[in-house]
T-cell receptor, first 112, second 114 residues
């Protein structure tokens, strides 16, 4: 079945550091790819998405590019802030599917 | 707009007890889902509904029951709680299939079964 693999955390960075969180997927067909963020004590929020190969999703300074050749959707940010501390989930869904398939999540802590 | 609301925020049960986790949305969304979040396992789909009167099983449905009598509400019932059901439960809704529309998540219910 479809699956998502994320880099193990936790990840700890200093403010203004560069962030990469790796995500690779296994899926038949052409899934849509997502990054969700979960701030402490809250539910998940959609951060960005891409629906076809070579699409780049972006939001709040975060970016991820849908790479079909490497089946990857790595999350990047050039300069992280303390407020970016959260758990980040990579996810996919297939066209017509009723469910999201999530990775295990990566906890990011940004220190001042 | 309150979005997706869940009650209670926290609950402790004893093995064998039953309870209902409430979920409501005020966005007139047709699709609603229940997920559980366990450490190191991401979120897994329990049950989902594509509209009032229509429900279906997800990845981990055993021990849970759902019904959808209105568009707004999608309660999740634990029939006889077990320690393996200790988890954080999230309800989500969207106006269309998750493959085409953003899912909105509630704040979660943290359940402990002793």
């Amino acid at each position: 079945g479809d699956s998502v693999t994320q880099m193990e955390g936790p990840v700890t960075l200093s403010e203004e550091a560069f962030l990469t969180i790796n995500c690779t997927y296994t899926a038949t067909g052409y899934p849509s790819l997502f990054w969700y963020v979960q701030y402490p004590g809250e539910g998940l929020q959609l951060l960005l998405k891409a629906t076809k190969a070579d699409d780049k999703g972006s939001n709040k300074g975060f970016e991820a590019t849908y790479r079909k050749e490497t089946t990857s959707f790595h999350l990047e940010k050039g300069s992280v802030q303390v407020s970016d501390s959260a758990v980040y989930f990579c996810a996919l869904t297939q066209g017509g599917s009723e469910k999201l398939v999530f990775g295990k999540g990566t906890k990011l802590t940004v220190n001042p | 707009n309150a979005g997706v609301t869940q009650t209670p925020k926290f609950q402790v049960l004893k093995t064998g007890q039953s309870m209902t986790l409430q979920c409501a949305q005020d966005m007139n969304h047709e699709y609603m889902s229940w997920y559980r979040q366990d450490p190191g396992m991401g979120l897994r789909l329990i049950h989902y509904s594509v509209g009032a009167g229509i429900t279906d099983q997800g990845e981990v449905p055993n021990g849970y029951n759902v019904s959808r009598s209105t568009t707004e509400d999608f309660p999740l019932r634990l029939l006889s709680a077990a320690p393996s059901q200790t988890s954080v439960y999230f309800c989500a809704s969207s106006s269309a299939s998750p493959s085409t529309d953003t899912q909105y998540f509630g704040p979660g219910t943290r359940l402990t079964v002793l």
